[in-house]
């Protein structure tokens, strides 16, 4: 049986959404509801010194007054799959860690540096670091007491090849050995890493589709290879050309001009809508329009490869 047409918007809360993320919800949002999907929200606040619940509450009202109500999800986690706020979610992630703990395929490292970006997404654009196996104890399956504090929790990738199609980009593929490297599933911290939480979340909301960055693009292998260890089924992939400034790089919550409290200031959201649509390349035109009105005619293949400058 065909499961449900189901995508999910999942923003951190470490500040106010800007015209990048708005742009990646609306195109989420188009894509399941032209096909009669749901929609899920997702808060990923696994990072508590940049997550804030205050900028959580502003990103529903700015999803609510562009007219992108989610089906499920949010603060209040309307759903039988909630909670969906990531760190109200702990138990989930602790059992799937010991899924992978009691598989042997966990060991504990003492490198610091990419634990502490464990819990964002992982944008190419960051300069990530391949890492070589500093701590890794030989080859799987380890042994070891996974209650040991004081140590991050790196997942042992395999020199394999993973292999996928994406909606925009096609064929795709990455050594995960090469590519990827051993990559963390647990902070020191006890924080749960991004790469574990996100397929864990994607698989127990029966996400379909998972359309975002294409700065996220390398992430998928080590995701697919994280959904066939803990058994599920991996969701489409639909990774979306960067909104970028003049100078090239892609849009942040540093660029405050393009932030949401500027762009309500600025557009109606008829207005913002239109203008977001016509840079997606899925409107001729950047006349006002509601998200609904663009729905009925909505063609994910308008967006094409390049990148947007705004």
């Known amino acids: 049986m065909d499961r449900p047409i189901t995508g999910r918007f999942a923003p951190s ?3 106010r959404m800007h015209l990048g993320n708005i742009y990646t919800a609306l195109l989420s949002w188009l894509s399941v509801k032209s096909r009669g999907g749901r929609w899920i929200l997702r808060i990923e606040d696994l990072d508590p010194q940049r997550s804030r619940h205050e900028h959580a509450v502003m990103i529903e009202d700015d999803l609510r007054w562009l007219g992108l109500e989610p089906d499920e999800g949010g603060l209040e986690g309307k759903g039988e799959a909630g909670p969906y706020v990531q760190s109200l979610r702990g138990d989930i992630y602790e059992a799937m860690f010991g899924r992978l703990a009691d598989a042997g395929l966990v060991y504990p490292c003492r490198c610091r540096r990419a634990d502490t ?4 997404a992982p944008h190419q654009s960051d300069g990530r670091i391949v890492y070589r196996g500093t701590c890794r104890p030989g080859t799987p399956p380890f042994s070891c007491d996974t209650a040991v504090s004081g140590c ?7 020199d394999c090849e993973i292999v996928f199609d994406d909606v925009i980009y096609g064929r795709n593929s990455a050594n995960l050995a090469r590519d990827c490297g051993d990559f963390v ?8 890493a991004y790469q574990l939480a996100v397929v864990a979340d994607d698989a127990l909301m029966g996400v379909t589709e998972v359309v975002r960055g294409c700065d996220l693009l390398l992430s998928t292998a080590q995701q697919i290879y994280l959904y066939g260890l803990l058994g599920f089924e991996p969701p489409v992939f639909c990774h979306l050309p960067l909104l970028c400034n003049s100078a090239g ?19 109606t959201p008829e207005k913002l809508i239109g203008h977001i649509a016509a840079l997606a390349g899925i409107s001729d035109s950047d006349r006002p329009v509601t998200a609904d009105e663009l729905a009925a005619t909505f063609d994910i293949n ?3 490869r390049k990148d947007k400058t705004v």
Do not use: F, I, N
Request: glycine share 4%; hydrophobic share 35%; net charge positive.
């Open 117 to 120: 970006l464990a819990t964002q």
């Open 13 to 15: 809360p470490s500040g």
């Open 249 to 267: 790089q892609r849009l942040s919550k540093r660029d405050s001009s393009l932030s949401m409290e500027s762009l309500r200031r600025d557009y």
């Open 152 to 158: 991050a929790w790196r997942l042992y990738v395999p």
């Open 302 to 304: 308008k967006v094409g």
């Open 185 to 192: 599933v647990r902070r020191a911290d006890r924080a749960w």
